[in-house]
């Protein structure tokens, strides 16, 4: 199999992570016999620094003719007074929605070998944590109208937060497609006693709903999930909710799995089936300024979201699993980075960590 890669190192600890998953990707080449063909395109800050714009036309064109785009991290406080439209962030959300990655899949399952990492009780991660996120990623309040005015001597801002109908028809099919392959179970998180955006997605998923009937759903509201994420996250099975709500809610899961440098996601544009599905893949752990170009950063999110790539947009579920098995072997062999550091572990650098999960990949 042969395909090509737009790959974005983007900021900060972006360059460090994206090589060592880079070289992950061209071992399962070398072993199951594949070529990645890998175009290193710019994004963010640095395509501000060169180009003077966050996501240039090149980029943009060179990922709408990729067969997957893989994403380290934009941002810093560096570009922090670039007006809103030119920040790093305003790169991430209109690659988004010109590849109209509408899906953004984010899993929180917490790995045996990082549970001394966790905040939870041991009570509490002794009924485990496997669940998926499933979020809205081109709707809502970072799509809506955006205003900041003057009105009689004060400065007033508003954000709109908009969803039609189609586009939550849209993301329910793929939460209903994914809770049939796992347990059945799909949680709407919303807050429908406050917004009426929140009362539209409950009226269209329960309408969905009556096409899987093998699909237990309930809802939630925003602030309850937040606090059963923590408290009973063995609860849950698929999460489904907007695009801020999802951003939130995904940060606070990866969080309770050990650290966030473990986590990575999918970003997708056809509801219709995962197979073959063209995507965008992320670790979900941000630029990391403050140890950028110091060779700490945790490349697993990274390495997990190549994982991702290979089983969803590739269907190559063999050298997927492979991935996460060389990964769980390194943690099992005690090694870690600064971010998931405990007792008796053996602190390793990224480059060394992407050393360890290369050698143990076969």
């Known amino acids: 199999m042969q395909k090509n890669i737009a790959v974005i190192h983007g900021d900060g600890i972006g360059k460090e992570i994206i090589e060592q998953a880079c070289r992950i990707l061209d071992k399962v080449a070398t072993i199951y016999n594949h070529k990645f063909i890998f175009n290193e395109v710019l994004a963010g800050g640095c395509a501000i620094d060169k180009y003077g714009e966050c996501l240039p036309n090149d980029t943009l064109e060179s990922c709408k003719k990729s067969d997957s785009v893989l994403l380290g991290a934009v941002g810093g406080p560096k570009w922090d007074n670039e007006p809103s439209n030119n920040r790093p962030e305003a790169a991430l959300l209109r690659l988004r929605k010109e590849l109209g990655l509408f899906a953004n899949i984010r899993p929180a399952t917490l790995l045996q070998e990082l549970r001394n990492a ?18 809205e990623l081109i709707g809502g309040v970072y799509f809506g109208e955006h205003k900041l005015e003057n009105i009689n001597g004060e400065r007033v801002a508003t954000d709109g937060m908009t969803y039609s109908a189609s586009q939550i028809e849209s993301i329910a099919r793929v939460a209903f ?5 796992r347990k059945k179970k799909i949680v709407c998180v919303d807050k429908a006693n406050v917004l009426s955006s929140s009362r539209l997605w409950r009226e269209v998923v329960e309408s969905i709903s009556k096409e899987y009937s093998d699909i237990e759903l309930s809802f939630m509201y925003v602030d309850n999930a937040a606090m059963q994420i923590c408290r009973e996250p063995s609860q849950f099975d698929v999460i489904l909710t907007e695009n801020m709500f999802g951003d939130i809610l995904s940060d606070e899961a990866s969080v309770i799995t050990g650290t966030i440098g473990v986590i990575p996601s999918a970003s997708l544009s056809d509801s219709k089936e995962l197979a073959n599905n063209f995507g965008m893949y992320e670790p979900i752990h941000g630029s990391a300024p ?19 790539m290979l089983d969803i947009s590739f269907n190559l579920k063999t050298e997927s699993r492979a991935i996460i098995q060389a990964v769980q072997k390194t943690l099992q062999d005690g090694y870690r980075t600064g971010d998931m550091m405990s007792p008796d572990m053996k602190l390793v ?14």
């Not at 905040?119 to 944590?129: E, H, M, R, V, Y």
């Open 177 to 181: 497609n994914i809770a049939q392959n």
């Open 290 to 308: 403050d140890i950028a170009g110091q060779n700490k950063a945790n490349p697993i999110g990274a390495i997990l979201s190549v994982a991702m």
């Open 349 to 362: 650098l990224c480059s060394e960590m992407g050393d360890r999960i290369y050698n143990n990949l076969q």
């Open 118 to 135: 966790s905040p939870l009780k041991d009570c509490i991660l002794d009924k485990g944590i496997d669940f998926v996120i499933v979020r």
